[in-house]
């Protein structure tokens, strides 16, 4: 089943689209792109419990979780004991009116270089460390985790300092996984999967990725691979995002692929970054900055003319400053974090480390981010 998208607008600042159908999830779907997927970890977004999230975060659109299975592989059997019908997801008791994709790396935890091989693709699992994932095994655990869509395998070992011929190996190895998985067994997989376009700073290897995979019948949505570009902390050998030479690197990719299909990126990017890829043609982002912010004890604002100009502040709750201030996080926010407590609250939670500092974090930033990306998709439609 696919994923049903339709674009509405193509602009210079990036394209408007609207979704409605979104793989096995079989009700109604209506969301419109620029949006983010919830980032959860273990099923859960961090320090909220699924009562909140439901009912203080009044965000705009359906929500469409980001399951990491980095995150929660230890607990796949368990989870494939219980043998439910909706698996991971009535695992971890998550709503089940929601979408649910399956994300392979938990964009915050370690993603460590050198443990993908010709076989399998490495991801990091907690205090357990590396897991291997070959394509016989990532079906079973499609099985067990049951969600509506999936990031698929790729060899994603491609960080600034490699020499041409490694990615001539991330290639190869990823389209050897695709065609395991997708030409010798397509007819099982009913939950669209979003195909690699990855090649790290290699526009050549980035081209080849797109015209391998931007043509597939089964390409039902595409990940845009820049990992080593994102905020996560445990990320090996980052690149600086620079806007320009992210730009040059997938705006001929965006032109190579089918234009009625996703494109997600996943990982932690601030409000500028976001508007930046949503410039080069990015529909789907994650929402693990919010998180990797509020664990910092750092609250974020937009500007009002953000959707132009990618303004945006951030108040850090370990400042002395913050500490006898008796102002809300954000004046104009209507969250419970801003409509109920001062900065200097807030400020004294986080420097005792007490956990309702990082709930109400939580909800005020991922406010936020829905307003950002509601700002977004009011700009385009202008
Ligand atoms: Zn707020």
């Excluded at 300092?161 to 290639?171: A, C, L, P, T």
């Excluded at 970054?273 to 410039?279: E, G, P, R």
């Amino acid at each position: 089943m696919p994923i049903k998208l339709s674009v509405e607008r193509q602009t210079n600042v990036g394209r408007l689209c609207k979704i409605t159908e979104w793989g096995t999830f079989s009700d109604e779907t209506d969301i419109q792109t620029p949006a983010y997927l919830t980032y959860t970890r273990f099923g859960h977004i961090p320090h909220i419990t699924w009562d909140v999230a439901e009912n203080e975060l009044s965000l705009k659109q359906k929500q469409i979780y980001q399951l990491t299975l980095a995150s929660f592989f230890e607990a796949l059997e368990a989870i494939e004991k219980t043998a439910t019908y909706e698996g991971v997801a009535s695992f971890c008791c998550m709503p089940l009116n929601s979408i649910r994709h399956l994300s392979l790396h938990d964009p915050l935890a370690k993603i460590p270089e050198g443990f993908n091989n010709n076989k399998s693709m490495a991801i990091w699992s907690g205090k357990a460390g590396r897991r291997s994932i070959e394509p016989e095994n990532f079906i079973k655990i499609l099985k067990t985790c049951k969600p509506h869509s999936f990031t698929t395998l790729w060899d994603y070992d491609t960080p600034f300092n490699v020499q041409k011929k490694r990615h001539g190996k991330s290639f190869y190895r990823s389209s050897e996984w695709d065609m395991a998985l997708f030409e010798k067994n397509h007819t099982i997989f009913e939950e669209p999967g979003f195909l690699p376009l990855a090649g790290g700073i290699s526009k050549e290897s980035r081209i080849a990725f797109a015209k391998y995979f931007g043509p597939k019948p089964y390409a039902n949505g595409f990940l845009i691979d820049l990992y080593h570009f994102s905020h996560g902390e445990n990320i090996q050998n980052k690149s600086e995002f620079e806007a320009d030479i992210v730009s040059d690197l997938i705006s001929d990719v965006t032109l190579l692929i089918q234009q009625d299909v996703p494109r997600l990126v996943e990982g932690a990017f601030d409000p500028y970054q976001i508007l930046c890829l949503v410039k080069n043609g990015c529909d789907l982002f994650d929402s693990s900055y919010t998180v990797l912010l509020a664990e910092k004890g750092i609250g974020f604002n937009v500007a009002e003319d953000y959707a132009k100009t990618g303004t945006f502040s951030v108040v850090d709750f370990t400042e002395e400053k913050n500490k006898t201030d008796m102002t809300p996080l954000c004046s104009r926010c209507s969250c419970y974090t801003c409509k109920t407590f001062k900065r200097a609250y807030l400020h004294h939670l986080i420097a005792c480390k007490e956990m309702l500092g990082f709930t109400l974090l939580i909800i005020h930033n991922m406010t936020e981010f829905d307003r950002m990306f509601e700002m977004i998709r009011a700009h385009l439609a202008q």
